[in-house]
């Protein structure tokens, strides 16, 4: 039986740079945004799915997804939000299902932002919350996608407080410091998850 071990956080918290460092130590992961960003090509199933709900006004003239377009509708309205969950959930959860099943290896990283939130949690073994302090969150998240405050605190509240999520976890890596005392973090909690 293959061991699953989640890793979330909040947006902007530091989680790719764990994904990055366990994927360098050799784990494979499974990253729900990569398999989002997927999932959203022209002609796929679930692309065409999320425009029938929508409309087409999401979509660049070639027939690609416009991510600037749709994460403006979603991330102003809270339903629209729910309604883009509900849509890409299964198309989500039948691909994560789908590597855990086909893997060989006896322990895989499933690297998922949203993991609580969308019922992913269930998937793991056991699970990490990558967490910083509010204003590290803040200040990183405007940095890397040039948003502005409000902008940034709108993403942020579209998710759950990351002390809720702190509370659910199995371990937490604190990400306040430099990348290198994060990935110390990893690599001492891996020593010890994967024996």
């Not at 679930?46 to 003239?61: D, M, R, S, Y």
């Not at 803040?138 to 990351?162: A, E, G, M, T, Y």
Request: aromatic share 6%; with cysteine.
């Amino acid at each position: 039986m293959v061991k699953v071990i989640g890793i979330t956080g909040g947006i902007a918290t530091g989680k790719s740079n764990v994904s990055d460092c366990l994927s360098k130590m050799g784990y494979q992961i499974i990253d729900a945004d990569k398999i989002t960003y997927q999932l959203q090509h022209k002609d796929n199933d679930c692309l065409n799915a999320i425009t029938k709900h929508f409309g087409n006004n999401i979509l660049e003239k070639n027939g690609e997804l416009n991510r600037s377009r749709l994460a403006k509708l979603v991330f102003a309205n809270k339903e629209n939000l729910t309604n883009l969950v509900r849509i890409m959930d299964p198309y989500i959860r039948s691909n994560v299902q789908s590597i855990i099943n086909n893997t060989h290896e006896k322990l895989v990283v499933f690297d998922a932002p949203t993991l609580f939130e969308n019922g992913y949690a269930f998937m793991c073994d056991r699970i990490i919350v990558v967490t910083c302090t509010p204003i590290n969150q803040l200040n990183r998240l405007q940095v890397r996608n040039n948003l502005s405050i409000s902008d940034s605190i709108k993403r942020i509240k579209s998710q759950w407080p990351l002390n809720f999520k702190e509370k659910l976890a199995d371990y937490l890596i604190d990400s306040n410091g430099s990348i290198m005392q994060t990935r110390n973090q990893v690599i001492k909690l891996f020593n010890k998850i994967d024996n």
